[in-house]
């Protein structure tokens, strides 16, 4: 890795609290919520009734009734209309709020960063990556600052794909390439799961799939040939990996996680 920087990202952050919250989102969230402890955080698709992709976002616990959501930047508002949609009668509000993600990267960055509230794992979970959810005031600064774009080179590099880029609303949860870590196949109902769990029990591909490929000159918007035929496109490049949505019948590139 390289020395520790650090930079401000531009996520939307939606504050989810009140004596309902926890089983509220366990109940809409396509992950297990209901086990998340104090502290800790958890990817997790955000689905459709119909199964199709609505967000991906990061859950982080801050206390016993208070979480975040964190997704990209302009999907917060879509976020709360849909999770709305089904509040019902449970005690729960949620709203945009002025809260920041600061992301740290490099060498032992989560020990260099220490334990506090508001700490989430980026990605499928580094030593050397963490990033901290929270009011600006609040936030640590230890390391250099560099750019956003750095951070989202370094997302490209541990193959995390994102919405809007590499991901897109309506994809069906098959071709995210994130199921083993954003979605639970034990924790029961929650809306979209019937198209996840058909997918999954037959062993079914979807029809566009994520991948990682080397780089090696790759550009956003590069085609991807095989036989002469086109398989996809490039979605994101970062230092040394490129992001594609590639036809499932390609050969190129490798799982985003194993």
């Known amino acids: ?25 366990h109940s809409q969230l396509a992950n ?10 958890a990817h997790s698709l955000l689905l459709e009734p119909t199964g199709q992709v609505s967000a991906l976002v990061r859950v982080v616990r801050h206390a016993d009734t208070v979480f975040t959501l964190d997704t ?21 509000a949620m709203r945009e709020s002025d809260w920041v993600v600061r992301a740290f990267r490099g060498d032992d960055a989560v020990a260099v960063v220490g334990e506090g509230v508001g700490r989430a794992t980026p990605h499928w979970g580094s030593l050397h990556e963490v990033d901290v959810v929270g009011l600006l005031a609040d936030m640590p600064s230890c390391g250099e600052q560099t750019e956003p774009e750095h951070i989202d ?14 991901i897109l609303v309506g994809d069906i949860p098959g071709t995210t390439g994130v199921l083993s870590v954003a979605v639970s196949f034990t924790k029961g109902c929650y809306p979209g799961q ?20 080397a780089r090696e000159g790759l550009g956003v918007g590069a085609r991807i040939e095989e036989d002469g035929q086109t398989m996809g496109t490039v979605t994101s490049v970062g230092s040394t990996v490129a992001l594609a949505r590639l036809s499932r019948a390609a050969t190129s590139g490798e799982a985003l996680h194993s």
Request: aromatic share 6%; hydrophobic share 50%; no cysteine.
């Open 153 to 166: 080179y370094l997302r490209v590099d541990a193959r995390w794909p994102a919405v809007g880029l590499d």
């Open 72 to 92: 990209e930047n302009g999907m917060g508002p879509a976020v709360i209309t849909r999770l709305q949609r089904f509040v019902l009668r449970a005690k729960v």
């Open 194 to 213: 019937e198209l996840v769990e058909r997918m999954d029990s037959r062993g079914t591909s979807a029809p566009v799939v994520l991948r990682a490929l």
């Open 1 to 25: 890795m390289t020395s520790l920087v650090w930079a401000d990202l531009n996520r939307d952050v939606v504050l989810v609290q009140g004596d309902d919250a926890q089983s509220f989102l």
């Open 32 to 41: 297990d919520i209901a086990s998340l402890a104090i502290g800790a955080s």
